[in-house]
């Protein structure tokens, strides 16, 4: 469906819990508690709807998805709805070693993992857990299992992980897995210091040796992300640069969250409730709809520094 800014809204991400089973400095997300959270059936009711109004692909994300046991259950429903093209997964992996087969076995053909660091005792302090090896073996058994493409997302932070930078290309130079820095958006007291951010341009600067990747992806793989290779290099760099560089006139995506409140742009407060009108088919396509046509012309993120906008109260 094309929005207000002639945006074609084509990409939704499905939050289907808050709960995280890491607490990432950075993050500020809300991930206790015990928040209703949509049930597949529910989930796979919605998706039909939103794949009506054309959306093509969809994210499972959270919290941390690999949290629900159903996870298998709901990317079944979902990557069999007519019209969906793409599922892929968003995760920090540590449940992956268990969930990579049977996920790619109910649809899911790519897989997001969050990675900070590759040093054992700063995974332990950037997520407050001893279980960098689990991430590891996760995305080893994603491999096996023929999941592609593999990303790996790090968000570094000015004199806590930023040295890290290198140790984290050195991944893609050896295995055909993207390896995507993220800036730090302000969504935290962690990420309330601009001076933090290690922006895009800055690591192009300390590693000269990267290209542009000439074919940036066909309109349907569209990304946020700009990609960099290097002729030894077996998988991609990406740079995905929100505060440096605002990409919302190219902003496809919208996003389920797991209490069935839809959230048009991630910086921006205004939600729209799904859960009250579930039952009404009618009201449910308006509501949707509305939240398409609502999606903001850009985040406000550039206001966030100083200004505590939380994960937990902007939507993860
Ligand atoms: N649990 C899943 C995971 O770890 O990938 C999904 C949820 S997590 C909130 C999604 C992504 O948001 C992670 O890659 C995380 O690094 C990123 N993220 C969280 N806070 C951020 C911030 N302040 N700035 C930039 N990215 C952030």
Redesign the pocket.
């Given at each position: 469906m094309i929005d207000t800014y002639g945006r074609n809204i084509n990409y939704l991400r499905v939050s289907v819990t808050k709960r995280?089973n890491?607490n990432?400095t950075?993050?500020?997300?809300d991930c206790h508690g015990k928040d209703y959270e949509l049930t597949a059936e529910q989930i796979e009711k919605i998706v039909k709807v939103f794949a009506d109004f054309g959306i093509d692909k969809v994210r499972l994300?959270?919290?941390?998805?690999l949290l629900r046991p159903d996870i298998c259950h709901i990317a079944e429903k979902i990557s069999s709805i007519k019209g969906i093209r793409k599922l892929a997964l968003?995760?920090?992996g540590i449940r992956l070693k268990e969930f990579a087969l049977p996920l790619k076995k109910a649809g899911i053909t790519a897989v997001?993992?969050?990675l900070?660091t590759t040093d054992k005792e700063q995974f332990k302090k950037i997520t407050g857990t001893d279980a960098l090896e689990k991430v590891f073996d996760g995305i080893d058994q994603c491999e096996k299992a023929g999941i592609s493409p593999i990303r790996l997302?790090?968000?570094l932070i000015r004199g806590q992980n930023d040295e890290q930078a290198e140790s984290l290309i050195n991944i893609a130079k050896t295995r055909k897995i993207d390896v995507r820095f993220?800036?730090?958006?302000?969504?935290?007291d962690?990420?309330e210091n601009e001076k933090l951010v290690v922006k895009g341009e800055e690591l192009l600067k300390r590693f000269p040796f990267l290209k542009p990747v000439k074919a940036q992806g066909s309109s349907f793989e569209k990304s946020v992300a700009r990609y960099y290779e290097s002729d030894s290099f077996k998988g991609r760099i990406g740079l995905i640069t929100p505060v440096s560089d605002k990409f919302c006139s190219e902003c496809n995506r919208i996003r389920l969250l797991s209490d069935g409140k839809v959230k048009p742009c991630l910086g921006n407060e205004e939600t729209f409730d799904l859960l009250e009108v579930i039952d009404n088919e009618a009201l449910l396509r308006e509501r949707i709809r509305q939240a398409i046509l609502s999606k903001p012309m850009e985040h406000k993120f550039s206001c966030g520094y100083g200004n505590n906008h939380g994960?937990n109260k902007i939507g993860?």
């Open positions: 995280c890491l990432c950075y993050c500020g997300a994300t959270g919290g941390e998805p968003t995760t920090n997001n993992i969050s900070d997302n790090a968000v993220i800036e730090l958006m302000p969504f935290s962690a990420g994960l993860g």
